[in-house]
């Protein structure tokens, strides 16, 4: 009977690779930090319909699209409002927020309001992040050199 030789593992991988589904990110604000951003809040608080219409406009979605949240309702309105709810989890898988559906649901649902306004700051701040390419200062930009 032959022996097969036994290697023994003397050394893990270090390095980790993250699945592409992982939420690493936070919420910029939490959910009641309207002073943090005044003009939202006063437009979240007087006129919640723009907000939201503004908040679907910058996630690239119809602008009149959180209205079916209040028309559909007629006089009932739905006790989960369903634009809101895809809306909210569409910033939040987006931008890789940690956080569930059930989550977004809860906001939505108790805290309209002050949902699309973190919805709105997310945005804004998400708008500002700066991304730098060239690191290197000594290092001429890219100029393609043309041949006569």
Known sequence: ??????????HQPGTFLAAAGLKTEMWTSGICDCSEDMPTCC??????????CQVSSGLGESHCLPLLDWISGGL??????????????????RFHIQGS?????????????????????ELKARANTTIQINMNPSQPPYAPHLSS
């Open 1 to 10: 009977m032959a022996m097969h030789p036994v290697f023994a593992v003397t």
């Open 43 to 52: 437009l979240g608080f007087w006129c919640p319909c723009c907000l939201a």
């Open 76 to 93: 009932y309105p739905p006790l989960i409002p369903p634009i809101s709810l895809a809306l909210r989890s569409t910033l939040r898988e």
């Open 101 to 121: 559906v059930a989550n977004d649901c809860c906001m939505v649902t108790c805290c309209s309001s002050c949902s699309w306004c973190q919805m709105a700051r």
